[in-house]
């Protein structure tokens, strides 16, 4: 399976992107699949998840800005960040996970938010 993560880029404070995480090699819509980010200097953490039939969880810190979706026709998920803050910079990142003990990341997308 590859997943190829895009749509990073940089914006002010305040403004939104859509990331898009590609899958290849596998179905998406039938596993579950969730965003990290890593912010320079700390560790990889959950921003959101989606499992099947669409489930939805999100971290505290983005409920109410950030939206995960999935296409299944085109075997890609998104996230929608609207209201970015300085602090949501860094790189984020696609999983998808078959069962408990596997998982497939993509390469990530560098999201910059300055003020």
């Known amino acids: 399976a590859e997943l190829v993560e895009s749509g990073g880029g940089e914006v002010l404070a305040g403004g939104s992107l859509r990331l898009s995480c590609a899958a290849s090699?596998?179905?998406?819509?039938?596993?579950?699949m969730g965003w990290y980010r890593q912010a320079p200097g700390k560790q990889r953490e959950l921003v959101a998840t989606?499992?099947?039939?669409?489930?939805?969880n999100y971290a505290d810190f983005v409920k109410g800005r950030f939206t995960i979706s999935r296409d299944n026709a085109k075997n890609t998920v998104y996230l929608q960040m609207n209201n970015l803050s300085p602090e949501d910079t860094g790189t984020y990142y696609c999983?998808?996970?078959?069962?408990?003990?596997?998982?497939?990341w993509g390469k990530g997308t560098l999201v910059t938010v300055s003020s």
């Open positions: 090699g596998i179905t998406s819509s039938t596993n579950s």
């Open positions: 989606i499992a099947p039939p669409d489930i939805t």
């Open positions: 999983r998808l996970s078959p069962n408990s003990v596997t998982n497939y």
